[in-house]
């Protein structure tokens, strides 16, 4: 079952919940239906929060508790692998949305050096999922309470004011989704031409990268079933089934992706990796293999150093 499926669910869909007392609530109620309930809580195995999908409260004969959680404007999901020297600087500069009613969740890939530990004292929700930026962002997503859903690298920098840019413009233009553009920090003369190209192209082709901060309308993430989880191209393939619902809104203002791993490895070297790597794509070639190439392994887990600077898987 999709994880975002409206289904009716049987009762056999949360025995894993249920059957051996593991799974205990805590004071987040996420979403309520005929047919479901989602809720926010505990396993017993492991301190992380987790999500549930049961059916209906009342058809496991129990009570809820608490209200509802009231839907905010706009969820900021990020996923995190190892990002403990940068992950508070980030955190904080997307306070000041947070204060205008957005909320922000961070899905932890299994840092080993306490990135979650450190994102949680500025983010709405801290939650652990299988590693792969595909499926940590599907888990943020369904734990999401925003109309729109914006998705978020860990060192990618939101332009000032994003909530406001994204709602008025989706408003204003009907788009479904839609994107920023980018600007790519960093010393080397090649990176500003770099950005202008990524952004260029971005509007001819309607192919959104996960640096320019992609947006969604929560009921199309759900259509969709949210990212393919695939080992890499995630976000090119996320984009080639949104234009099924209208082109992008290429918002012009500009988010900020970092340029140092674009140094480390060679700008020229790493801009004919990623159009390799575009390409055979377009013709077919597995997304597992295409990992390897990046830098990943088989299992679709991140080496701990990457060819390619992260986001730029597409």
């Given at each position: 079952m999709s994880r975002f499926s409206q289904a009716p669910i049987s009762r056999d869909d949360c025995r894993f919940v249920t059957t051996y007392n593991a799974f205990t609530l805590d004071?987040?109620?996420?979403?309520?239906?005929?047919?479901?309930?989602?809720?926010?809580?505990?396993?017993?195995?492991?301190?992380?929060?987790?999500?549930?999908?049961?059916?209906?409260?009342?058809?496991?004969?129990?009570?809820?508790?608490?209200?509802?959680?009231?839907?905010?404007k706009l969820s900021i999901i990020i996923p995190t692998l190892d990002e403990a020297c940068d992950i508070r600087s980030r955190l904080v500069a997307l306070q000041p949305l947070r204060k205008r009613g957005g909320e922000l969740i961070v899905v932890d890939g299994g840092s080993v050096d306490g990135t979650a530990d450190l994102a949680r004292p500025f983010a709405d929700a801290v939650i652990a999922a299988p590693r792969g930026r595909a499926r940590q962002m599907n888990a943020g997503a369904v734990l999401a309470r925003g109309a729109v859903l914006l998705f978020l690298h860990a060192d990618t920098q939101l332009p000032d004011e994003a909530d406001t840019l994204i709602l008025r413009g989706l408003a204003a233009s009907g788009r479904n989704w839609g994107r920023f553009d980018v600007t790519i920090a960093g010393n080397h003369p090649l990176l500003p031409v770099i950005a202008w190209f990524m952004n260029h192209r971005s509007r001819l082709t309607g192919i959104a990268t996960g640096d320019q901060g992609m947006f969604v309308r929560r009921e199309i993430v759900e259509a969709l079933g949210g990212f393919p989880e695939i080992a890499l191209m995630e976000d090119i393939e996320l984009s080639r089934r949104l234009k099924r619902y209208g082109p992008p809104l290429c918002l012009e203002a500009k988010s900020i992706a970092s340029g140092r791993r674009?140094?480390?490895?060679?700008?020229?070297?790493?801009v004919l990796l990623m159009w390799y790597l575009r390409l055979t794509y377009f013709f077919g070639a597995d997304p597992t293999r295409l990992a390897r190439i990046y830098g990943y392994h088989e299992s679709g887990e991140a080496n701990t150093v990457s060819p390619l600077p992260p986001g730029e898987d597409g």
């Open positions: 004071e987040n109620f996420l979403e309520h239906s005929a047919d479901r309930a989602i809720f926010f809580g505990r396993m017993e195995s492991g301190p992380e929060p987790v999500v549930a999908v049961m059916p209906a409260p009342e058809l496991l004969g129990f009570t809820l508790c608490c209200n509802p959680v009231t839907m905010a674009w140094e480390r490895h060679g700008v020229v070297r790493t």
